[in-house]
């Protein structure tokens, strides 16, 4: 599959920003909250009385406190394994998030300076949309996902013409008539369904379009969309809407072709920061101090990090511009909210100045490097110090 030339890899804060940008202090919960189990259950019976005690012991005000006992409920209909993120400020949850699979960090439930959306970004780690239409000759059932969440985001089914959709097994006239008629009810259909993809593709981030069903649908169907959606398309060899289907293989086939994807675009980065290396004026940080001083700049374009290998370091989060700092004198004119984890602090500067972020396992990274980023321009020759 070929790499989308608009593709922008790594995740888009953007429509968190406006929480980095109120005061603290925040009320944080990642917890399990799966309902599968009895112990599960009886978990969530508890918590409630936990969450009072161990917030409290943090001096989280009582407003807070009340907010966050309402968010957290067991997550009833969700298939476990599945976690809760909730993000509590001025006695409202802000953030309350079921995020599928089980924990992938501790679990928590503490007061802090600055928003922490590493859990989020863990088990969301791309702005991934992406579309799978199953498609027969009569109907079709457009379903848009966003990678990581735990069912569609929208549905759409498109009703098209149900008359004379099978061709007239006759002879003369009568049969040419019947057959162009026919063709012509596929064709309109198809077009029904090509122009409800075409809206899907030019109001979001649509990555990927998984056109599954009745092979002829299929085809007609890519046929009429539009070139950009057409480039986006991944044709699968499957039919749940018949009799007997196996629904199981189209999710494991559209997973496989999503994972491939993200796995491309990944690449794709990681070969931009590679060929950065070595040049004598290169669009590319490396380093915790190269990295803070290029987000200080508002430089970075895409901000890569290993959060396992950042886990144990801490850095100063600021209330304005440069948002971030490693030492106090750092800091210039804007004042330090606290010293927060690496990543936290790195992850909010980044969202703070547009930049985009990607989560990467530690080899991926070169040797000894835990956090790199690209930049949206070179920083020039460095001038020798006198």
Partial sequence: MAERA????????????HLY??????????????????????AGDVRAGNTRAQLEAQEASPADIDAMERALKPATGAPSPVCRFVLVHGGKAELNEVLPGGLILPERLSLEPVPDLLPLLKHQPEEFAYIVAEVSREHGEIRLYRAGATGPTSVQE????????????????????????????????????AGEIDRLVEAGRVRLIVLAGDVHARGLVQGQLSKAAQSLVSMVDSH?????????????????RVAGLWAEEQQAVMD??????????????????????ALQQAQVDVLILDDAALSGWTMLALDAEPWIATAREEAL?????????????????????DARVLLVPGPVLPQGVDVAALLRWSPGPQVPSP
């Fill in 6 to 17: 608009d593709a922008k890899p790594g995740s888009s804060l953007a429509a968190y920003k």
């Fill in 21 to 42: 940008r109120l005061p603290g202090p925040w009320c944080t919960a990642y917890v399990d909250a799966g309902t599968g189990t009895v112990d599960s259950l009886e």
């Fill in 158 to 193: 498109v009703e098209g013409e149900s008359g004379h959709v099978h061709k007239f097994h006759g002879g003369g006239w009568s049969h040419l008539r019947f057959q162009h008629h026919t063709e012509d009810v596929w064709r309109r259909n198809a077009d029904e369904v």
């Fill in 240 to 256: 749940t809407h018949t009799a007997g289907a196996d629904s199981a293989d189209l999710t494991d086939q559209v997973n496989q």
């Fill in 272 to 293: 931009r920061l590679a060929i950065q290396e070595g040049q004598p004026n290169p669009e590319a940080a490396h380093g915790g101090g190269a990295v803070v001083h």
């Fill in 333 to 353: 004119a804007a004042g330090v909210l606290g010293e927060v984890p690496a990543p936290a602090a790195l992850i909010r500067a980044a969202a703070l100045t």
